[in-house]
């Protein structure tokens, strides 16, 4: 398979099944916003790059939460930064764990990140791989807004390492549920 064959492929099996479900497009990478949950996947480029491959890695945010911009601001728009993400998965191993198993682990300085290997795969392998992704990311969406503020907070109080990112989150998480309870 080659470049224009996989980005066809990418677009019909994964950027037209997700887009269906509220994705949008922001360059190569797929972004999901309903005023609350953010998700993107977003496919990595520059050092990341190699021939033959495409590179991602799947985020969730609630979207109230700053970036790590200077000064941390609330996105317009969804972030296409991995590190303005709290969560951070990767679908080739999470697809195999069942939803209770899913939770926060940090990952503020480096992260991993799943390849697909089209270069040197079979144009079937491919579509495989994108056929598993795409049915990853229809079980993934619900899951994710699934996951409230409180809980997500919580998630990382109990699993962090106390990163700063980590700290102006918390930060974020407190004075967004402070203020819906003194809206009730």
Avoid at 27 to 54: H, Q, S, V
Avoid at 153 to 168: F, H, P, Q, V, Y
Wanted: with cysteine; glycine share 4%; aromatic share 12%.
């Amino acid at each position: 398979m080659d470049k224009d064959e996989f980005d066809a492929a990418f677009q019909e099996l994964v950027t037209d099944r997700l887009t269906a479900s509220g994705f949008t497009p922001l360059g190569k990478t797929l972004a999901f916003d309903d005023g609350l949950t953010t998700i993107a996947l977003i496919r990595l480029g520059g050092k990341m790059a190699r021939p033959g491959t495409a590179a991602h890695i799947l985020c969730f945010r609630h979207s109230f939460l700053r970036d790590l911009s200077e000064p941390p601001a609330i996105p317009q728009a969804p972030p296409q930064s991995v590190f303005a993400y709290p969560f951070k998965f990767l679908p080739s191993v999470w697809r195999t764990r069942s939803l209770a198993a899913w939770r926060y682990v940090p990952r503020n300085l480096n992260f991993d990140l799943d390849r697909v290997e089209w270069g040197n795969s079979t144009a079937k392998e491919t579509i495989a791989e994108l056929n598993s992704l795409a049915a990853f990311l229809a079980v993934f969406l619900p899951w994710a807004r699934t996951i409230v503020p409180a809980r997500a907070m919580s998630e990382i109080r109990k699993n962090g390492e106390d990163a700063w990112c980590e700290r102006l989150w918390l930060d974020d998480y407190g004075a967004f549920i402070a203020s819906a309870r003194s809206a009730n």
